[in-house]
């Protein structure tokens, strides 16, 4: 049936430019979208989206074998199931609680300042190539216990591997050179990982390493997969919730102020900023009986491609859809970070992003800083904005004009003023755009 439906073609510059305006298209007139080009189906409704992330008896993680089990060395979590998943996704929630994530909140702070620090002078930072992207390659590696002065190699290998798993279609010569920069990661962490079986530390590739009561020791080829998983899934959608955090924010001047005011509600703008601009956008599943979604018939064995930015973008789900508000009430910050979003951004069920309660200290945290040591921020008048991907999407580039403010002297940060958060508050102190320098 294709008579009246719009052409759409995924792939095309029209839609990676420009999707959020195609979206509302789509969702209205072929919610359950084939292109024959990629040979997949764009569900693109919010409550379709999380009907095929919940109905796992229907829709299963295998694309994930094709999509990023070669760049992975191995299965990541999203696609294991039963007691080897819930086993090894608690291993990965101790490395990032209790006593760990007290040093990963210093860790955090600790990287932003030294991050940060040469481009106080100047009063000019790009977010996402001078910050964002080696914040959240040296944050990650503090995470694993891996050497940050590794972090420039590291970080070429991981964006290699990054656009192997984001990319739905991809030449020859970029496959082969993501193939190899993974098995480079790999001959590099294999010896790190020799060394936490035989002396464990407190790191998170120590506690994978560990054997326990519920489960047998793992194999190197599963820990290494694990590594890299947790390394592309921990580091790749920071930059561009970062930056797209500081877009909203500076669009907005009347809810950047009031964030600056209270600073328990940059929670919120981060929940709202990945409602609507979230860093992953596609979740692909696959059909292992025909289906009827949105009364279209899915295939059995048919890959279908959940489009995240769409389904939140939905008028089903949220009113005025495309509207940046961070006190929005269908949002829901509190349980934005939970199993209970509304919000899409995270993913659903069973295999929803693991981290996504670190991820929000993390940003918290690092967002918090950003606005301590910088007042008056703005974006050049002649910078012309733009965003790239289509899987991972995020800004290119955000260079910021700002007027520095000094670091406020050691004894006074980690002030927590009014959580309400189970997890150690960042040092969050409310200040005014307008007020004067810290201190
Ligand atoms: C790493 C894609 C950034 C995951 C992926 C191959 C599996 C899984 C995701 C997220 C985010 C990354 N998929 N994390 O979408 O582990």
Known sequence: MTGGLPRVRILSEEFTDAPYGRF???????????????????????????????????????????RAEPVMRGPVLAQMTGAEHSAKRKMVVRGLTGASLDRHVREIRANAEELLRPFMDTGRVDLVNDFGKPFAIRSTLDVLGLDKGDWRRISGWHRAIAEFIGSIAMSRERRHHSLECSAALEAYLLPVIEER?????????????????????MSTREVTALVINILVAAAEPVDKTLALLFRHLIEHPEQLAQVRKDPRLLRNAIAET?????????????????????????????????????????????????????HRGDLG??????????????????????????????IETVADLLLQRMSAIRLPTDFGYRETGLYLRGPEALPLEFTPRPEPSRNLSGAARGRSSPTPSPGIRPSTEEGPPWP
């Open 333 to 362: 910050a509190a349980r934005s970070f939970t199993a209970a979003a509304q919000h899409l951004a995270f993913g659903a069920g069973l295999h929803m992003c693991v981290g996504a309660a670190f991820s929000r200290m993390q």
């Open 24 to 66: 509302a298209a789509l969702r209205q007139e072929s919610p359950v979208h084939y292109d024959p080009e990629v040979d997949c189906y764009f569900v693109s409704r919010h409550h379709d989206v999380r009907r095929v992330l919940t109905d796992h008896a229907t829709f299963t993680s295998e694309p994930l074998q094709v």
């Open 197 to 217: 079986r035989a002396r464990p530390g407190d790191d998170l590739i120590s506690h994978v390493c560990a054997r326990d009561a519920d489960s047998a020791a």
């Open 274 to 326: 990945l409602r609507l601009t979230p860093p992953v956008q596609i979740i692909p599943r696959q059909a292992v009986t025909a289906a009827d979604v949105s009364g279209i018939t899915i295939p059995a064995d048919a890959t279908v491609f959940c489009l995240i930015g769409s389904a939140n973008r939905d008028p089903a789900a949220f009113a005025s859809p495309d509207a940046f508000d961070l």
